[in-house]
């Protein structure tokens, strides 16, 4: 009898994020302008027939990579994007029907993963006002949790803990003898990173990715950064040769040379300063710009902005419902200052 399994059949996903190309993409936090042209023709000078045809080298980069972190490659795993990473995770750190405490809403492949692999996803939601409370994160790290996953910050809500509730949670985490992930896809853009608990203690994972920032999401390439024991697991679930060759050679180019990064997180800060002044002055509540999206209540309605703004502006941008006070709002991702003049524009005329 052929066998086809239900959890996979009944499973949810979206895959409609295709034809973006003629459009600003301000919908999944990508940057819209991407690397410099000459940064990317001078990487591609490199590319030899030799270099496409064999398979990705990962040693060199790994050490690049450690380096430039200050450990060593026995705590990184190089991922096909850090999704990748986050999927193993949740394979390797957790059993059918395992306990996983994560707080919503927050990036949706975790509940994706824990219903692929049959896992039990316990939610813990903001508060009206969007704040986290951690005693609340605390409460559900009960003796049968198997995996806490935080985000830092979080997407999208954009809130990000304290050292003192960091240490409350991973206190607990030990005591309860819970794996951590921290998920810090936004890092660079909010500059605060418990990294050092995954690379000194064990069972604490931080993923991160080069999608962002580092404006390499067509690549795909992260990384999970942990004890050695548990990178070990991880490393077990890769498929072979899931690195691919380009994205280590745009990633070295980018890591080793800090001009190009520091560049990257001035054009940034320069579009995040614009958007929120251009906001606040004209009159519009907003929140979570700790990594590169923004929450907005608009004066209307989210949902048919979001329909306008591709419909007459060729604007991406996403609306969200239930975000606490904010009910139905926007997310929109924040890029270099003439994007966020020309998302503004759009938004001021559309919005009344
Ligand atoms: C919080 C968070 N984690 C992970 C990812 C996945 O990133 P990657 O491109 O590395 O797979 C995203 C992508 O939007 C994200 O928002």
């Keep these: 009898m052929y066998y086809l399994n239900k959890r996979i059949e009944n499973l949810e996903r979206i895959f409609d994020q295709n034809e ?8 999944l936090n990508e940057n819209p302008g991407g690397l410099p042209q000459e940064f990317i023709d001078e990487v591609l000078k490199d590319v030899t027939p030799q270099f496409v045809a064999q398979y990705p080298e990962t040693l060199h980069f790994t050490e690049v990579l450690a380096n430039f972190l200050g450990t060593d490659i026995g705590h990184l795993c190089l991922v096909n994007g850090s999704a990748e990473g986050i999927r193993y995770i949740i394979q390797a750190f957790t059993s059918e029907n395992g306990r996983i405490v994560g707080v919503v809403p927050s990036y949706f492949m975790f509940q994706v993963y ?5 896992r039990n996803f316990v939610k813990v939601p903001y508060n009206e006002d969007l704040t986290m409370d951690v005693n609340n ?26 050292d003192e509730e960091f240490e409350l949670i991973i206190q607990r985490a030990k005591e309860k ?11 660079y853009f909010y500059p605060k990173t418990f990294i050092k608990y995954a690379l000194n203690d064990e069972h604490v994972f931080v993923t991160r990715t080069f999608s962002k920032l580092f404006s390499m999401a067509g690549c795909r390439l992260g ?28 990633a070295e180019e980018i890591i080793t040379h800090p001009n190009i990064l520091q ?15 251009t906001l606040d002055a004209n009159g519009y509540q907003h929140k979570g710009e700790a990594g590169n999206f923004i929450f907005i209540k608009v004066k209307t ?10 419909e007459e502006k060729k604007i991406l941008i996403k609306s969200y419902p239930n975000v606490g006070e904010f009910g139905t ?13 020309q998302f503004c524009q759009a938004l001021f005329e559309l919005d009344k």
């Design 301 to 310: 309605d989210a949902p048919t902005i979001v329909a306008r703004m591709k």
């Design 177 to 187: 003898q819970i794996t951590v992930l921290v998920d810090e896809a936004y890092h």
């Design 263 to 277: 560049s990257l997180i001035d054009n940034f800060n320069e579009g995040r300063k614009y958007l929120i002044e």
């Design 223 to 250: 990384y999970v950064a942990g004890w050695p024991e548990g990178v070990k697991m991880v490393q077990k679930l890769c498929t072979p040769h899931n690195t691919n060759a380009f994205a280590m050679k745009f």
């Design 114 to 118: 824990s219903e692929m692999y049959g």
């Design 20 to 27: 973006r190309k003629d459009y600003l993409r301000l919908d």
């Design 137 to 162: 994160i605390i409460r559900e790290m009960t003796d049968d949790t198997q995996l806490l996953i935080l985000l830092n910050p979080n997407n999208p809500m954009g809130n990000v803990y304290t």
């Design 329 to 341: 709002c926007l997310r929109v991702s924040i890029g270099e200052k003439k994007y966020m003049e």
